[in-house]
């Protein structure tokens, strides 16, 4: 007697031998075998198309989760593109409400993959389906955060289109800064966002995946990316803002004009400053005033001048006293600005006032603001028509006789500065958030430059903005070489407008004592107009490691160089005089202290604040070759152990050579 099973589970090849077996089972004579059922291979036939049909309606239903995930993907891709045309309208209320939409949209699409199950398992689509899942989830964390933004701009009370620092009500001002407050909270919760939409892109992986779904997560990784790494430089900033601004408690910035056409080794003669004071959410102090009306009836002050400026300034000194306009000497940024707020208090007591705590100092060129103007174009002010090009020429036109034809006094002879700078902030505010992502590279450009430099007196803030390289500091390198050439103009007006000048250095390190030469090339391209002199007179003074010995003068007398020690460092300094049309070259060798080269050698090359893309020349003689590091976009030329390169003073420079 013939028993014939039926497994319960098989795989498709168990089926077929099932089958054949069924097929070829033997004949019994018309008899039918015990146990036998006629109606068994139909039964089997139904069961297989059972299941079939069973997984053909979990597809089906699982498909069309799909679908509608794919439709409200879309969906919402072009929601949130429109909130985003519109925040960058600076419609952030619409914006916000759109992103918020779009995001709806997205969760949707998260809720219908998420209803996905058998799909997964298939070959290759559970792979496609796997990774739009990872793309979506991306895409959601990254929205969230983008909405966070918006929501928080869309309540600042402000009308983003027109305001400035001035015309703000009060109310509106301290509701503005109690929403500040909440700023650093929303920068960590935005970078924890878009660190969670980063992780869910690295899920995806770069094979037998769709070209669609990868390029969206490199298009998407490559955005959030760069925002997530400019959000942790500057998270530290974000936790310190509501402090620095006075949101918590009041706070008072100094605000310094430095006129770089009239050049000092902090970037040029103090012409103009704005106190401001913010507290209790609001603008309290807020007075713009002419430097030189600071000194009416100073006769002296306690600081003393620098000895150039007492025998070569005749237009600004007073005697043996530093004033308050001259307080720009140090080309240490922090170093000058502790004197100035000294010199701003004292002189400020001296005429009956009694400013509270200077809590910073901010100070700017007139090339910095030419930057805003490149981006804003030609604005009116009053009966000018100001441009990057004229910017200064007009502040000082208007200083010396503009201010009268306008029927103003001499005491309000800056206003044009404030008038501008009200101009300036009602028209960047009119612009879309392009614009203002281009403001902030004007920012950071403005300070790498040091046409923007920053200090201020809390430590924790101050460290801050010196871990950044915005407090226009003299470095301190704990190895190497370095160099810093200033100039600083001595009653030539501002004659700096057409001095061009260079700068050239060779360091030989074939014996045992590297031996350094530096060649200053001046040409006074002035003709003799209104704001320039006959002669232009400035101070040079080169700062080299401590310790190196000068050794010889060229174009001017050895002995008419002055040696000393500043800011750790040895210094060089000398009057050096040019008339217009005509060139000079001094060039000064010194023997380096011997440490300054061991198995490479370092250079660090520091420009001076207020000075505009200064050409430099670096030789670089060695007794074996090197490996070379520099500075970004510098290329160094090499020929056997000697290497140059020629580059521009636009930010600071350093070149790195080593076994």
Avoid: C
Wanted: avoid cysteine; aromatic fraction near 8%; proline fraction near 4%.
């Amino acid at each position: 007697m013939l028993e014939r099973k039926i497994p319960i589970s098989y795989d498709e090849n168990e089926l077929e031998e099932a089958f054949n077996q069924e097929e070829k089972a033997p004949e019994n004579d018309g008899f039918m075998p015990i146990g036998h059922k006629p109606k068994q291979k139909r039964t089997r036939y139904l069961v297989i198309a059972a299941i079939l049909a069973i997984l053909f309606v979990i597809s089906a239903k699982e498909s069309i989760h799909v679908q509608r995930a794919l439709n409200a993907t879309e969906i919402g891709k072009n929601t949130i593109t429109q909130g985003v045309a519109e925040m960058s309208d600076l419609r952030f209320a619409e914006g916000h409400v759109r992103v918020a939409a779009g995001l709806g949209h997205l969760k949707e699409a998260r809720e219908n993959i998420d209803q996905v199950y058998f799909l997964r398992i298939i070959p290759g689509l559970g792979r496609q389906i796997k990774a739009a899942d990872s793309l979506i989830a991306a895409s959601i964390s990254a929205t969230e955060g983008l909405s966070y933004v918006s929501d928080w701009v869309s309540e600042l009370p402000i009308d983003m289109k027109g305001e400035t620092i001035t015309s703000v009500d009060p109310l509106v001002s301290q509701k503005t800064f109690e929403k500040l407050v909440e700023f650093p909270s929303l920068v960590l919760k935005v970078d924890d966002l878009f660190n969670q939409t980063l992780e869910s892109l690295n899920e995806i992986p770069d094979t037998f995946v769709s070209n669609d779904i990868l390029e969206a997560r490199d298009i998407l990784g490559l955005q959030v990316g760069m925002v997530h790494q400019a959000l942790a430089d500057y998270i530290p900033i974000a936790e310190a803002l509501p402090h620095i601004t006075g949101a918590t408690e009041k706070k008072n910035y100094l605000w310094i004009l430095m006129n770089n056409d009239e050049l000092r080794p902090t970037g040029g003669y103090i012409s103009a400053y704005a106190l401001t004071g913010f507290g209790s959410g609001k603008l309290q102090t807020f007075v713009v005033d002419n430097s030189r009306n600071l000194d009416t009836g100073i006769g002296s002050t306690s600081k003393v001048a620098p000895q150039p400026i007492q025998k070569y300034d005749s237009d600004h000194n007073r005697g043996t006293s530093l004033l308050f306009h001259d307080s720009s000497w140090s080309p240490d940024f922090p170093t000058a600005a502790k004197e100035m707020v000294e010199l701003f208090v004292e002189q400020m007591q001296k005429q009956g006032t009694s400013p509270d705590a200077i809590d910073g100092v901010v100070a700017i060129t007139p090339t910095f603001i030419g930057k805003f103007l490149d981006i804003t174009g030609p604005v009116e002010v009053g009966q000018y028509t100001v441009t990057a090009g004229n910017v200064a020429d007009i502040l000082e036109i208007d200083s010396h006789r503009g201010f009268r034809e306008r029927g103003l006094t001499e005491q309000d002879r800056k206003q044009l500065i404030f008038d501008l700078g009200n101009v300036l902030l009602k028209t960047l505010g009119k612009r879309g958030v392009s614009e203002w992502i281009t403001l902030s590279s004007v920012f950071e450009a403005g300070m790498n430059e040091k046409h923007l430099m920053i200090f201020h007196t809390d430590e924790k803030v101050q460290s801050h903005v010196r871990d950044h390289g915005w407090d226009g500091s003299v470095a301190q390198p704990t190895s190497g070489d370095f160099l810093m050439v200033t100039d600083a103009n001595l009653g030539s007006f501002k004659s700096d407008i057409g001095i061009k000048r260079s700068v050239d250095y060779s360091v030989d390190l074939r014996s045992q004592t590297p031996k350094a030469t530096l060649t200053i090339e001046y040409q006074n391209k002035n003709s003799l107009i209104w704001k320039t002199r006959p002669t232009y007179t400035t101070y040079l003074q080169v700062y080299v490691p401590k310790g190196a010995v000068l050794t010889k003068a060229t174009g001017i007398g050895l002995s008419r160089v002055t040696v000393g020690e500043e800011l750790a460092k040895s210094t060089y300094g000398m009057i050096v005089q040019i008339p217009i049309g005509r060139k000079k070259t001094i060039t000064l060798e010194y023997d380096l202290p011997k440490d300054v080269a061991g198995d490479g050698y370092n250079l660090y090359v520091q420009k001076q604040p207020g000075t505009v893309n200064v050409p430099l020349v670096v030789d670089v003689k060695s007794p074996r070759s090197l490996n070379i590091q520099a500075t970004a976009g510098t290329q160094i030329r090499e020929n056997g152990t000697r290497y140059t390169t020629a580059t521009t003073l636009t930010t600071d420079q350093s070149f790195g050579f080593s076994l």
